[in-house]
């Protein structure tokens, strides 16, 4: 399914990942590498999947470390730099409203990984598009472990994807703000928020055990995903090994990061390493 006439997309990619520091203290969140491929470059490519590209059709907000977002992204879509903090997901989308002009809006976290073995990346998600109204608003989602936990809607926890109508995103300031409180909620209490089921796999890639957690079932049932020009001289079991990246050492459950380097002494469990001998414990249920 192609994506609808009326309707663009934006990639929100402008926040810090705090919890993911000191990994996002260099290198903004929405450009960690999963699967030795860059959160934002699959969010694109889930976007290309339902049609959306190019700049008139497809937007992505940046504010921390903007210049390396703008760099990555170049001319493949519209980019809206906040100036100081973020706006976040609300004002981001406000700082867009001259953009969106008058059209439907796919949101899209640059951080939430999805996966679903059954269909290519848009594909996946185009259920959620499928019939829409251009009134309601929509949200993708699974169902929660506790489905009267707070933060769920309709007993679903929300995979990273929201469909908005330009009724709602029309009076969004350019301020700081988020959805849940200025666009989802009221929905939800005007009966007009629908959550379409996500029958993939999810993970927000928020903390470091989830960062990982991604990356190792981006690697696939072979548990290990090493980059053409990665050296891996060492043991790997349960890895991804990024673009020039060196192990020499043992790593089990472990993201070696592009160009960064395990020495043949070294023996990490749960980590991710990054340059400069960086090493980020990932612990299953740690932060």
């Keep these: ?30 450009l960690c590498p999963v699967g030795n491929v860059s959160l934002l470059d699959r969010a694109l490519g889930r976007l290309a999947g339902l049609g959306l590209t190019g700049r008139d059709r497809v937007a ?126 009221p929905a939800e209490a005007a009966g007009g928020l629908t959550v379409v089921p996500y029958p993939g796999t999810f993970f927000d890639t928020g903390t470091p055990a989830d960062y990982l957690a991604a990356n190792l079932h981006a690697a696939g049932d072979g548990g290990l995903l090493v980059a053409p020009d990665a050296t891996v001289t060492g043991r790997a079991r349960h890895a991804v090994v990024g673009t020039g990246a060196v192990v020499r050492g043992d790593v089990e459950r472990v993201v070696v990061w592009p160009g960064a380097t395990v020495g043949p002494d070294e023996r990490l469990r749960d980590a991710i390493r990054a340059g400069d001998g960086l090493t980020v414990p990932a612990t299953p249920g740690g932060s």
């Excluded at 926040?15 to 969140?29: D, F, N, S």
């Excluded at 489905?147 to 009076?171: C, I, K, N, Q």
């Design 60 to 185: 992505v907000n940046a504010c921390y470390l903007a210049d390396q977002v703008v760099a990555h992204v170049g001319d493949r879509a519209h980019l809206s730099v906040e100036p100081g903090d973020p706006l976040g997901t609300a004002g981001g989308l406000g700082n867009l409203r001259d953009w969106i002009a008058g059209r439907g809006v796919l949101v899209g976290n640059a951080d939430a990984y999805l996966a679903d073995p059954r269909r290519a990346p848009g594909p996946d998600v185009a259920a959620l598009l499928a019939g829409w109204d251009f009134r309601s608003v929509r949200l993708l989602g699974r169902p929660a472990p506790d489905p009267t936990a707070p933060g769920t809607f309709d007993g679903h926890v929300f995979t990273g994807f929201s469909l908005l109508p330009w009724h709602r995103v029309r009076e969004l300031p350019a301020s700081f703000g988020d959805l849940v409180r200025t666009v989802w909620r």
């Design 1 to 30: 399914m192609s994506a609808p006439d009326g309707l663009c997309a934006v990639v929100l990619a402008a926040g810090e990942g705090t919890r993911l520091r000191p990994l996002t203290a260099r290198v903004p969140k929405a």
